[in-house]
């Protein structure tokens, strides 16, 4: 068979509406007993104390720096949604869950629609292309049934996107304005749509409606602000900021000057090629768009120029302006990389050549191969987590003592149990510059009044071990198997709890 034909196949109507269905049915079958992650338990705390106080906290985090009693930094809007959840159907997983799935298959909804709407620049774009993207696409298999911020952030920032586009007027550009402000309140990084809307504006040289856009973004984005008011709030917020665990929060910190200032900036802008490249979830989509610019970049410059120059000012804006380079943060730049994609394939006929069908077809296979990867991953992680949780917990007196438990297992015992989650002893670990020891961690625990501890089997994996001190400790018991340790309160010996 020859590479045209192999390329016709494959990019038939046909083909790709069947892997489209596969993995959308095994995107659903994935849904069963899936792995709970630690950005569930962690979004999903704050909400379930925010549902309970009205503020947020982190409880199973203590000692470390006032957040098992106030945390000021938090994504407001996505946690006001979850609390409100929370409220509604009680303390669980799946409400968060299933409320970012429902997000997700909106966007792709009204995604679709605007690419079927024959008003739009978009109808020239094959729509199975862009729906291959954002469906066959390990991030959103992954993080379309997490509860974490991005996918809402994304389809905020990307329906202030479309209303851009069209019949200009003040409705839509207020519209525009205020789901970009709403972009932001969900989460920080959303400010990359305000400035890129801003600029698309400007460009056109609608100096009115970049002002209201402007306007109406700030009114939404002050709300973020609404706890803050209060007399030492914003200091401890700031205070908060500056002591955070993971350096996301001081690309800018310094007391060196403009020059200084500069220069951290075009050296977090040298590194956001890693962004695009961060692991094998992204390659595919990443290729696929960097290469429709090197191959096709005057048609799709002369066809989409705003699409491009709203990207661009993105991208430049999240790097700048976001809290890191990251993956996750791929998803808010996800429908424009899809769209310039999915642009590309339309454009390819059989008068193009070899090489590029042949480098295009490499990468949609590339592209297939790893969501068939992130399945299995998903599908050998599978666990009954509030089971689990609910089982080794029993014996555990309601709300008294300490015990140390890996972060998931706060579904659904958070109410019941006095629990403190490895998250304390990971950040202890970042402030101490280097991984505890035995002796240092069990000296910790107790100083934290910490003595009795779930470790979960992925904890003691030769491979993915957390603590180094576990994986020795533990060798050769049974790799599925949950442990359940006592801290003798005298030798400070650990002691299996039968």
């Known amino acids: 068979m020859t590479l045209d034909k192999v390329f016709s196949f494959v990019t038939t109507n046909k083909t790709i509406n069947w892997l489209i269905i596969i993995v959308f049915v095994l ?97 020239q774009i094959d729509s199975k292309w862009v729906l291959f993207f954002l469906i066959v696409n390990p991030l959103t298999f992954l993080y379309s049934y997490t509860f974490r911020p991005e996918i809402l952030v994304m389809s905020l920032g990307f329906f202030s996107f479309l209303l851009l586009f069209g019949k200009q007027t003040c409705l839509r550009i207020l519209f525009s304005g205020m789901l970009a402000g709403l972009a932001i309140l969900v989460h920080l990084n959303g400010a990359m749509f305000v400035i890129a809307g801003m600029s698309l504006l400007l460009i056109r040289k609608e100096f009115k409606l970049s002002v209201m856009f402007a306007l109406f973004a700030s009114i939404i984005t002050s709300l973020y602000f609404y706890d803050l008011w209060e007399p030492g709030h914003f200091d401890s917020f700031l205070y908060q900021i500056k002591h955070w665990p993971d350096d996301i929060t001081t690309n800018y910190e310094s007391d060196e000057g403009v020059l200084s200032l500069l220069l951290t900036v075009l050296v977090k802008l040298s590194s956001e090629h890693q962004r695009f490249f961060w692991s094998h979830d992204v390659w595919g989509l990443s290729a696929m768009a960097i290469f429709a610019l090197i191959a096709k970049g005057k048609v799709l410059w002369k066809k989409y120029k705003e699409l491009l120059i709203y990207l661009l000012v993105g991208v430049i804006s999240l790097n700048i302006f976001g809290s890191h380079i990251a993956e996750v943060n791929m998803l808010l730049l996800l429908p424009f990389l899809a769209l310039i994609a999915a642009a590309f394939l339309t454009e390819l006929n059989q008068r193009v050549s070899t090489i590029i069908k042949a480098i295009a077809l490499f990468i949609i296979i590339v592209q297939i191969v790893v969501v068939v990867y992130g399945f299995a991953n998903i599908f050998s992680n599978r666990e009954a987590t509030t089971n689990i949780s609910e089982n080794i917990l029993l014996d555990f007196l309601e709300n008294k003592e300490k015990v140390l438990v890996p972060y998931r297992f706060i579904f659904n015992q958070l109410p019941n149990k006095n629990l403190v989650s490895y998250k304390t002893m990971e950040y202890h670990q970042v402030e101490n510059g280097q991984k505890f020891t035995k002796e240092e961690f069990i000296e910790l625990a107790t100083e934290l009044d910490i003595y009795y501890l779930v470790i979960s089997p992925e904890m003691y994996d030769k491979n993915e071990g957390m603590y180094p001190w576990m994986i020795e400790e533990f060798k050769g018991i049974n790799n599925n198997q949950f442990l359940r340790l006592k801290i003798d309160n005298d030798s400070h010996i650990l002691k299996t709890i039968e």
């Not at 199973?60 to 957040?67: E, L, M, V």
């Not at 298959?105 to 995604?111: A, E, R």
Request: charged letters at 20%.
């Open 27 to 123: 995107f659903v079958i994935s849904l069963i007993d899936r792995y709970i992650y630690i950005d569930d338990a962690w979004f999903g705390e704050q909400a379930y104390w925010f549902s309970k106080l009205g503020h947020v906290r982190v409880s199973t985090i203590i000692d470390f720096y006032g957040w098992d009693e106030r945390l000021f930094v938090y994504h407001k809007l996505n946690i006001i949604i979850g609390s409100a959840l929370i409220t509604i159907f009680e303390w669980s997983p799946e409400p968060l869950r299933i409320f970012t799935l429902i997000v997700f298959l909106f966007f792709l909804t009204v995604t679709y629609k605007s690419i079927k709407n024959t008003e739009t620049i978009w109808n």
